[in-house]
């Protein structure tokens, strides 16, 4: 896996600020039942790293002590942790809304059907991986047979309200480009996709975001092996829009990695990245948001795929 940040490094990002913290992303470990061609974390079947039952009581014990709203719960696939249904259970006590960001195929794994019912019986909103509609498409980034997969994934979360609009089960999915490009404007996108989905497989869901992708990770190594990494970035940097700084998502989010490590995001933590203090890495057990609020965040050239265009987050498009 060729290593993007040296180059990354090269690329100058204005300075910026974190804001407050309104979303806690947590990354629940890199084991995934997939192994898509975009995914910036590197996960797959063969990833051991999982977030210990101790790091997830210190990092519950942050959340409540410093009354976090927004829980966003990311991997690898994160319902593959042992104590994914502990978890979300926990967090809904607390009234804490829980995000979910699934793949859609781990719910038709052995041992995770029903995951799909404690998603919908704890109110998680749940944000899918769909890069297309197209069976072709989707199969050609995330693997053979991944597209009935998650066709069956949708329809399963649709029978148990997701996506109704008289229901307050969320159902949002996400599109990344297929390579080295800009996503389309997203509304017109989200209009598609739900023609389509609902004409062919009777799906129906809230909301598209589109996501760029970050070149970091096995995305990134991809763009170096096909030297097509330095286009990518001056695509990036050439379509940067500046009033996209306001909303980015490291202003008002923090990223926690399985050992309990802080960092500005989930690219940053992949980058290995993290927030330091006195010279050493902030761990959850030992720091609180007053210590993070307004504090300068660490960019670099992978920063420009959140300004591009209309802007990219994990809530899709910003602007």
């Known amino acids: 896996m060729l290593d993007t940040l040296p180059f990354l490094n090269k690329i100058t990002f204005p300075a910026i600020n ?103 019986d704890n109110q998680v909103e749940v944000v899918a991986s769909m890069p297309c509609y197209l069976e072709e498409n989707v199969n050609k980034q995330r693997g053979n047979g991944v597209f009935e997969s998650s066709i069956t994934a949708l329809k399963k979360l649709n029978q148990l309200g997701y996506g109704d609009k008289g229901s307050s089960l969320i159902l949002n999915l996400v599109y990344n480009p297929q390579g080295a490009s800009l996503s389309p404007e997203q509304f017109t996108l989200e209009k598609d996709y739900k023609q389509f989905l609902a004409e062919k497989y009777d799906i129906i869901f809230n909301q598209l975001f589109t996501i760029t992708n970050v070149p970091v990770k096995r995305f990134g190594s991809m763009l170096i092996s096909k030297n097509q990494f330095t286009p990518y970035m001056d695509l990036l940097q050439n379509a940067y829009q500046p009033e996209n700084l306001e909303g980015v998502m490291c202003r008002y989010q923090l990223s926690i990695d399985w050992q309990g490590y802080l960092y500005d995001c989930d690219f940053n933590q992949m980058l290995d990245l993290p927030l330091e203090g006195n010279g050493q890495r902030l761990h959850i057990s030992n720091v609180s948001s007053d210590d993070l609020n307004n504090k300068e965040i660490i960019v670099s050239g992978h920063c420009y795929a959140c300004t591009a265009g209309k802007g990219s987050s994990c809530g899709g498009a910003l602007s």
């Not at 806690?24 to 974390?41: D, F, S």
């Not at 014990?61 to 926990?90: C, Q, R």
């Not at 809304?97 to 799909?116: D, F, H, M, S």
């Open 18 to 120: 974190r804001k407050s913290i309104n979303i806690l992303q947590i990354n629940l470990g890199y084991r995934c039942n997939q192994q898509c061609l975009h995914c910036h974390v590197n996960a797959g079947p063969n990833r051991s790293e999982e977030m210990s039952h101790e790091v997830l009581i210190q990092t519950l014990e942050f959340i409540k002590i410093n009354h976090i709203k927004v829980v966003d719960l990311t991997g690898g696939a994160p319902e593959m942790h042992p104590d994914f249904i502990y978890l979300i259970k926990t967090l809904r006590n607390w009234a804490v809304k829980v995000i979910n960001r699934c793949n859609l195929t781990i719910l038709n794994e052995p041992g995770y059907e029903a995951i799909a019912q404690s998603l919908a």
